[in-house]
């Protein structure tokens, strides 16, 4: 007992890893490869989002509620770049959109450069009230013109046509615009305006993203999405496929599955790594060391004349960021759009129960935690309708209190993933793999 | 002459009904979230994110009450729920429900507050943390919510559904457009005066009171004057779960029950304290109406109010300013316009 609770402490992180690599062999070999690379998947890039979270949360304790907006940003930056253009939608209504875009540009800057010059704030409320309406008008007109043109199959714009990868880089910039213009207005303030504003983005761009058809099909969704890896019915036609399935020994179909989703986790894991290497690196070099400082005490930071805000606006835009990017990854994986799936339950909320039992601050912490999260989440299904049956074993088949377990079990896991985020904050707040303590 | 001035009276009868009325009554069910919200942050200093589903969580409440009540086993053993006093049989069965709804409310957030709070009270956590700590119990009474009731949307009020109808209102003043006061409309706003009437007077009047308020201004002075300050935390959450379970159910009779759709509430509610000046009850009042009226008049589609003002013009579209749909986003506008212009809010609260 003594030794394996020496082994533990002190390697914790290999052990883990050692765990989370046996269970996933596990469901490899008992139920199939391609849901266990299915679930690999998902949870890389649950560990990116989680990475991005844990960078605000842990190094700067900026508390993000909206991270399910930022990567819902980076979804839509993955039709707008990597879907082909609808011709005729944007001959139809295109200029007036270009025009309507245009003016909401110039009404930003006009508002903007009329408060720092210190105008009377109804001028500028005036400026931007009449930018609105002429927006507005161009806007309606464009829009509809748009949703008209073939809506069962298109009515909206279409992307620009470019490779999907640079979709990935783009909804991380995207994201990062948003963080940005939310954490210059809150970051500075209370800590949590940061907060309700996150909260407040994220459902307006969920709202844009559901209601705006001609930039997003709207609750239509967007399918067929462009994939950075070979379809799976090319590969079974290939010759040199069928060959290397024989020699694997797997049926040729089974195997075409199995090898999309291994090109897949190719590209996951790559960014992964490179995002961990490097943020390891940052929190190592002086910046990390500033970084640490302002977080464990903000005002000798201060007085040192470490500029705070700015510290903490360049962390928010970061972590915001790399949200966008795997946002943006779960959306070309997923190979649809599709805006109901963005609950702040399965978003906002489950990546926080992931950094926060990972460990805060710790860049591998917030693998481990993504990676059980996912797997306790994805089993929770199997195990609520387990709870079910045993129910209605005891208390028959057709009986009430049968019939109401089956209808609400599934909401059980909100509770359970409510109160496992709030045992670990209270009795082990470092989480599985906690923050070491580096020397300043 | 004649016509232009009862088509004048017809326009304010139609703006009335479709938006001062609704947004009285939004904006008190909003006050009154607000109020609970300023109430915590200023006594136990935290947001509370919880405050929309603990709302949810009174509404089932009374919906679960007023399932026992119309039980065969209440049925048999107490009769039929009826009116003290005819005069009453207007008012919906969810009313007589409510104070059992207040007594769970209050059992609920006082066990939550023991086995989750205390401990980062001790421990002195940032408020942040805490922040944190009131999302992660968020989703738990969320899921506690669905559990009882189910995700979808249902309606408990019963009752006569308008105090006054439109119908009413026509034979009484011979307009065209008429104004109808719903029944949950109605006791919305009597509610909302008295409760507030009661916190203002326990606030600067009881002893109680002066001592949550010496609490929040200084800590350590009040524990220094023998303040006990696990009984002001304690009469806090009761107040709290009183103004919670209450305007969760007003909301409900008003617009139906849907567990989401309290979820959402959370942005008005937290733009209306910080409009108003987060820990100020006064500024939380006001900003719940700041923040209905607005949300009702910038989403109203204007055409018919245009063609009694105006006529001989009849609008080619609906005259709207904002869709209906982006009612959540005008709150947000209203949030980030105050902190741009004026961080404290209206009333000054703590910016710190």
């Known amino acids: 007992m003594n030794m394996v609770s020496e082994v533990w402490q002190s390697h914790r992180t290999q052990v883990t890893f050692a765990i989370m690599a046996t269970i996933l062999l596990f469901v490899g070999f008992n ?77 930003v800057v006009v508002g903007v450069v009329l408060h720092n010059k210190k105008f009377n704030k109804w001028i500028v409320f005036a400026a931007i009230f009449l930018g609105f309406f002429a927006m507005r008008y161009f806007f309606a007109d464009g829009a509809n013109a748009i949703e008209k043109v073939n809506p069962a199959g298109t009515g909206y714009l279409g992307g620009l046509g ?30 949590d305006y940061l907060a309700i504003a996150t909260l407040g983005i994220s459902e307006i761009i969920i709202y844009v993203i559901k209601n705006e058809d001609w930039l997003s099909r709207g609750v239509k969704n967007v399918t067929g999405l462009q994939r950075p890896v070979p379809y799976e019915l090319q590969l079974q036609q290939a010759p040199w496929f069928q ?23 190719g590209f996951f894991v790559t960014i992964l790594v490179g995002l961990i290497i490097m943020a390891n690196l940052a929190l190592d070099s002086p910046w990390g060391r500033k970084v640490r400082a302002i977080r464990d005490n903000e005002v000798s930071a201060a007085a040192m004349g470490k500029n705070i805000t700015r510290q903490h606006l360049q962390i928010f835009v970061i972590g915001s960021a790399i949200v966008g990017l795997a946002g943006a990854m779960l959306v070309t994986y997923n190979g649809l759009l599709n805006p109901t799936s963005y609950q702040p339950l399965r978003f906002t909320f489950l990546i926080w129960v992931m950094v926060i039992v990972g460990g805060s601050g710790n860049n591998l912490g917030s693998v481990v935690g993504a990676f ?25 088949e057709q009986s009430a209190v049968t019939l109401f377990i089956e209808d609400r079990v599934h909401h059980l896991r909100l509770v359970f993933m409510g109160g496992i985020m709030l045992m670990v904050m209270r009795f082990s707040p470092g989480g599985i793999l906690p923050e070491k303590n580096k020397e300043l | ?85 005819e005069f ?31 401990h980062y009270r001790r421990i002195k956590a940032k408020p942040i943390t805490v922040c944190m700590v009131s999302m992660g119990l968020m989703f738990v009474t969320g899921g506690i919510v669905r559990i009882i009731n189910g995700p979808e949307r249902m309606t408990f009020d019963d009752g006569a559904r308008f105090l ?26 009597t509610m909302a005066i008295l409760l507030v009437a009661f916190l203002f007077y326990f606030l600067n009047k009881t002893k109680t009171g002066k001592s949550m308020r010496a609490y929040s201004d200084n800590e350590d002075l009040a524990l220094l004057s023998g303040i006990d300050p696990d009984r002001v935390v304690r009469v806090t959450w009761l107040i709290v779960a009183t103004f919670t379970a209450i305007a969760g159910t007003l909301y409900g009779l008003d617009k139906g029950f849907l567990p989401f759709q309290y979820h959402q509430l959370l942005l008005p509610i937290f733009a209306s304290v910080i409009v108003g000046g987060i820990g100020s009850p006064m500024g939380a009042i006001v900003g719940a109406f700041v923040v209905s009226f607005s949300e009702l008049f910038l989403t109203y589609a204007y055409k018919k109010f245009l063609i009694y003002l105006l006529p001989g013009y009849v609008p080619d579209s609906l005259v709207q300013l904002i869709g209906v749909e982006y009612k ?23 910016v710190v």
Request: net charge neutral; charged share 10%.
């Open chain 1, 31 to 107: 139920q199939s490869w391609p849901l266990a690379l299915g679930i690999f998947n998902l949870c890389v890039i649950s560990s990116i989002m989680a990475l991005g979270v844990n960078i605000q949360w842990g190094y700067a304790g900026l508390f993000n509620v909206g991270i399910m907006g930022f990567a819902a940003l980076g979804g839509l930056s993955v039709v707008l770049i990597s879907q082909q253009p609808v011709t005729e939608a944007v001959e139809a209504g295109g200029f007036n959109m270009l025009i309507a875009l245009i003016l909401g540009v110039i009404t």
């Open chain 1, 162 to 191: 470019l490779p999907v990868l640079l979709s990935w880089l783009v909804g991380g910039l995207a994201a990062a615009a948003a963080a940005w213009s939310i954490g210059k207005i809150t970051l500075g303030l209370r800590s």
């Open chain 1, 243 to 265: 060959d290397l399935a024989l020699t694997v020994g797997f049926g040729v179909r089974e195997f075409s599955t199995i090898f999309v989703k291994l090109c897949y986790a």
């Open chain 1, 372 to 396: 059980i999260i996912w797997f306790l989440w994805i089993q929770a299904g199997p195990m609520g309708l387990w709870v079910a049956e045993v129910i209605s074993n005891i208390a028959g």
């Open chain 2, 1 to 85: 002459m004649v016509s232009e001035s009862v088509d004048i009276l017809n326009a304010f009868a139609l703006l009335t009904n479709f938006i001062i009325v609704p947004a009285i009554a939004y904006g008190s069910q909003l006050a009154l979230g607000a109020l609970a919200v300023t109430l915590i942050y200023s006594i136990l200093r935290f947001s509370n994110f919880g405050q929309g589903d603990s709302m949810a969580f009174g509404a089932v409440m009374v919906i679960l009450m007023l399932a026992l009540f119309q039980s065969d086993w209440a049925n048999a053993n107490f009769g039929a729920i009826l009116p003290p006093f």
């Open chain 2, 88 to 118: 009453l049989s207007f008012v919906p069965t969810a009313l007589y429900a409510l104070p059992f709804a207040v007594v769970f409310t209050a059992i609920y957030l006082l066990v939550m507050d023991k086995l989750v709070y205390q």
């Open chain 2, 164 to 189: 006054f109808s439109v119908r009413d209102f026509k034979e009484f003043t011979g307009l065209t457009q008429g104004i109808a006061i719903k029944t949950s409309q109605f006791l919305t706003v």
């Open chain 2, 328 to 350: 959540y986003a005008i709150s947000f506008v209203i949030l980030v316009v105050v902190l741009l212009i004026r961080p404290t809010g209206i009333f000054k609260g703590k």
